[in-house]
């Protein structure tokens, strides 16, 4: 079993930066990696970044490259979503998954993804 917990949502203006964190416990290093994902009212789940467990590569959606990065802090088995030129749209709910190993997952699936945390609320005003 792997647990997730996300932390770090809150409320910002357009244009400001914002910080999330996940960390992982249980057995998070059998994982292939973690990913965020996002969802706002009456969307489906969107896709936002992933990193694989080493660190080696990453992952973006479209929306979000060159504004948000993914890393993560071996130390403490956190990953992080560093988020800057936030907009509007940006506005969700965002989640932290992971992903066990097998061959031919997508990072970009939702539906690939084996556990998942609670979610934290982003709300970019204008």
């Known amino acids: 079993q792997v647990q997730l917990r996300e932390s770090g949502g809150g409320l910002v203006q357009a244009g400001d930066s914002l910080r999330l964190s996940c960390a992982a416990s249980?057995?998070?290093?059998?994982?292939?990696?973690t990913g965020w994902f996002r969802q706002s009212a009456g969307k489906q789940r969107e896709f936002v970044a992933a990193?694989?467990?080493?660190?080696?590569?990453?992952y973006y959606g479209d929306s979000v490259k060159g504004r948000f990065t993914v890393s993560r802090d071996d130390a403490t088995s956190t990953m992080v979503l560093q988020m800057t030129s936030l907009k509007p749209e940006d506005t969700a709910v965002y989640y932290c998954?992971?992903?066990?190993?097998?061959?031919?997952?997508?990072?970009?699936?939702?539906?690939?993804?084996?556990?998942w945390g609670q979610g934290t609320q982003v709300t970019v005003s204008s």
């Open positions: 998954a992971a992903k066990m190993p097998q061959y031919g997952r997508s990072w970009y699936d939702a539906r690939e993804y084996d556990y």
């Open positions: 249980g057995r998070a290093f059998t994982t292939d990696g």
């Open positions: 990193i694989t467990w080493s660190g080696r590569n990453t």
